[in-house]
Nanobody, 128 residues
Framework: QVRLRESGGGSVQAEGSLRLSCQAS?????????MAWFRQTPGKEREWIAL???????????DVRDFVKGRFTLSRDHHSNTLNLQMSSLQPGDSGLYYC?????????????????WGQGTQVTVST
């Protein structure tokens, strides 16, 4: 049973930075999981922001809106089993509840329903 715990959220002004961390526990085979960050805002479904492929070789960023690629980076600390989302040049549109999620198997997915394991979420608020 994989357990995920997010941290690092908070309130910042526009153009500021935050680093979100997702501490994983419960398995010794983290490379068998696709890891992802999702964001949820009131009244909307969770939307994917960034993915780390199973095995950790490739990162993907949402380009549907907000253009996070180029502003966000994703990395994994293998020693501590932590997935980090470094966010810079934050804008009010980046605000929301950020969730870390894990999915076992060879492929990743952008759909939240494909992920069996979730953290409790960490709030990010960006003000002008």
């Amino acid at each position: 049973q994989v357990r995920l715990r997010e941290s690092g959220g908070g309130s910042v002004q526009a153009e500021g930075s935050l680093r979100l961390s997702c501490q994983a526990s419960g398995t010794n085979y983290y490379e068998r999981y696709c890891m992802a960050w999702f964001r949820q805002t009131p009244g909307k479904e969770r939307e994917w922001i960034a993915l780390l492929s199973t095995g950790g070789g490739t990162t993907y960023f949402s380009d549907v809106r907000d253009f996070v690629k180029g502003r966000f980076t994703l990395s994994r600390d293998h020693h501590s089993n932590t997935l980090n989302l470094q966010m810079s040049s934050l804008q009010p549109g980046d605000s929301g509840l950020y969730y870390c999620a894990a999915r076992s198997g060879a492929s990743c997915s952008q759909g939240p329903n494909e992920y069996a394991y979730w953290g409790q979420g960490t709030q990010v608020t960006v003000s002008t």
